[in-house]
């Protein structure tokens, strides 16, 4: 079917054979481990927005002393480098987590790379999340705050139908651009021997020789994530806005 | 891993007299609740030097120093190539016309958008396998450096930089006021004239709160080239891990260092930012 395209294109069919979907073929390998990255890049940011919530509206309405630690937390995550942290929280985590196992006399267990790596990255998206709600939790008009008391709102219903939706739009830029970071920092976990796309590529690569094909095609990987991830973001942020005036929106 | 490319207003810079500075530092110190807490890192601090042990430190401290020296200036010297590249990348996309624009465009967007550790394999191996097929490449001047890992680093770092930092000038220079631009077109100025004197330096003066964290990242960004066998400070404590199956003592130690590298960055980057807004009015 494609044989005109071949003999059109010398080295397409070796290309095509090497990125084929069944082996010999590494195509499979490459998008289970893209599976791979995304759930991870699913947990982690999921768990960074929680941690980043609190970590916001501690550092917000805390006590000094929460409103220190928060501060080191987000000030040590964001200056010392993820390998570094991902490597200390993988170990620590499981001698920790081993420790109070033979504690409680359980036996000691294998830490699965998947809940390692979405822990890891979990804490430092977290750190990133917390600087990112502060300044959107910040940004909201404290008129509308006031208003939602005046009313009789607890606090957990004025955050839940004021300060919630109308700080989202603000944080929604900051967070796209953390979910871009969570799904390329999956890739330093390649380094720790966890397979995902990175790991995955580099096996396929290192066996077949053919770097530029599996590099390539997983950057390919990477871009098209980005890029659909970019235009979802896009899109919901323009339908959070959409009850907002046009540029000149807010107060002067 | 960009921060927000948005470029924060200029924030005015206090005029700030060392006597001053150091007595706020004082009161921001003096209360109950840190002292409390500085007291509590302290003794964390003196407890983890007398139980941990340090007793590999003599032995690497050579090793360690030199790492620490290649970490430094892979850093310097990639955020300097890559801001010369950035500077024009930015340019072409904010007043370039199409036929360099989309280019720069899509350097970026790839750069931006695809994990520099791939980036970092694809011209490692990528290259290095290819390179030696050619034999006038074997036989060239540059073939010793070539044999080696790090210009393959230095090339991966530089460019990351450069794609990040180009869309930080583009908004940079999108953002100078067109009145700037006008002025200085009716002062006679050249094209070229303009862009040196009024639109570089405006520019510029609105990117570096953005620079600064970006070179945060950048320096977050170097321990990377230790998986292509360039032996930098991350590296030095890698092998003291498998030498010693120390696993704590090295890696805490890294992340002092890669703390203190952080905190001499923004320093840099305070100093830069106070001279190059002094002529702003609050």
Redesign the interface.
Known sequence: MLDWLYTLVPGLETTAGLLSLHPPGWGGNLLRGALASLQIAAGAFGMGLVLGTFGALGKLNGGPVTRDLLSVYTTVVRAVPELILILIIYYAGTDLLNQALRAMGQRPVEVSGVAAGIFVLGTVQGAYATEVLRGAIQAVDKGQIEAGRAYGMGPITLFRRVTFPSMLPLALPGLSNLWLIATKDTALLAIVGFSELTLETRQAAGSTRAFFTFFLAAGAIYLTMTLVSGRVFGWIEARYRRGEAGPTRGHP | ????T?IPPNAPVPAALPGNALRSLWREVM?P??LV?IALALGIAVYAGMTMRWHWIPRYADLALQGFWRTLWLLALSCLLGFMLAVPLGLAQAAGPRFLAAPARAFC??I????????L??IY??LG??FPQFPWIRESELWPYLRQAWPYALLALTLSYAGYEGEVMRGAFRSVPHGQLEAGRAFGLSRFAILRRIWLPQALQRALPTLGGET?LQ??????VA?ITVIDI?AVASRVRQDTFI??EP??M??VV??MI??LITLVFRLLERRYTRGMTA
């Open positions: 891993m960009s921060a927000p948005n209360q609740h840190r807490l967007t790839v931006r958008g695809t994990p520099l550790l791939l980036q394999w694809l191996f990528g396998s290819l945060v320096m977050k960004a170097t321990p990377l998986t991350y696993i704590y890696l805490l890294l992340a890669y703390l952080a905190g």
